[in-house]
């Protein structure tokens, strides 16, 4: 112990990566998934049906739901493998960062060493799993590297995605280091932990699909709703900036779409397309308890459509 708080900065450092790399070399391969849900009964049980295929167990944190979410992945928990389900306690309060880095820290106590973070409107195109792609890739990772790959956006329906804005590149895996964890935000957090110090592999031969586009209602809804969080949250930040960050989102002026391909949903028998298009309605009852609250001029300028 006295050497090690005689050591430099920098070779403690040197010391605490090797270590760690020592350690996750040793330790068994886990794949493990990590989800905040809340009030996903329509679509979550898909969604974890999918996720199962690339992962050895999965850790969910949920933000207080409201409707039978936590019903329904129960009876989910043994076919899907779901180990851990971390129930919020008190009064509601987004903060993504914290929700994270509590499903990391629970996917570490558990034995995971690569991580894929999705929402649960989010699915692998199933050409991730023919052959093990998927899985094979995640695992050649080393501690601290990342999978990077395309979000495609489904818009109007589940059967075209958009292609006039450009394609999103994220990163939605990484094999885990033991020591990085998420930047203090509340809401709009990256997938994986902004100090990961590893390589960046690109695949653009398969793709993460991503269906909040697909019924337009719900998401003017949605956008609505995480722009008046914002003006709550950060009542300091400008009505302009926060109109603009979402206003790609529902723009359709320029819309150009593309038929989405077969092979992205072959094998997934489970999916179902109605589930996507049905209404939502939890978000728009917060939304008027939060004009009763503070009063409606208070987001007057705010852009929503919620008819």
Not at 30 to 43: C, L, S, T, W, Y
Not at 225 to 243: A, D, F, G, Q, V
Request: aromatic content about 12%; glycine content about 4%.
């Amino acid at each position: 112990m006295f050497f090690l708080k005689k050591m430099h900065p920098l070779l403690f450092m040197i010391f605490l990566n090797l270590i760690t790399a020592y350690t996750t070399s040793c330790q068994p391969a886990k794949i493990v998934g990590i989800m905040r849900i809340k009030n996903e009964a329509q679509i979550i049980e898909q969604c974890l049906r999918a996720l199962s295929i690339y992962t050895d167990a999965i850790v969910i944190i949920d933000d207080k739901s409201t409707d039978n979410t936590i019903e329904i992945i129960k009876t989910l928990a043994q076919e899907c493998n779901i180990e851990k389900i971390i129930i919020k306690q008190g009064a509601w309060l987004l903060t993504e960062s914290s929700d994270q880095n509590k499903l990391l820290q629970t996917g570490r106590k558990i034995g995971g060493t690569h991580f894929i973070f999705l929402d649960a409107d989010e699915m692998f195109s199933s050409d991730c799993a023919k052959n093990n792609f998927l899985r094979n890739e995640i695992l050649k990772l080393q501690p601290g590297d990342q999978i990077i790959m395309p979000l495609i956006e489904l818009c109007n329906s589940t059967k075209t995605y958009r292609v006039d804005d450009g394609i999103i590149i994220k990163t939605f895996i990484f094999c885990d280091d033991k020591v990085s964890s998420y930047d203090s935000k509340f809401m709009h957090c990256f997938r994986a932990p902004s100090n990961l110090s590893g390589k960046k592999k690109t695949i653009t031969t398969h793709c993460i699909m991503h269906f909040q586009g697909v019924n337009q209602k719900n998401m003017q809804i949605r956008q609505a709703w995480y722009r008046c969080l914002e003006r709550i949250r950060m009542p300091n930040k400008s009505i302009e900036k926060i109109n603009n960050c979402y206003t790609k989102l529902t723009d359709q002026t320029n819309l150009k779409l593309k038929p989405v391909q077969k092979k992205w949903f072959d094998g997934y028998d489970f999916f179902d397309p109605k589930s996507y298009e049905a209404p939502e309605t939890w978000r728009k009852k917060m939304l008027y308890s939060w004009f009763d609250q503070y009063g409606r001029n208070y987001f007057s300028d705010i852009n929503m459509i919620l008819n």
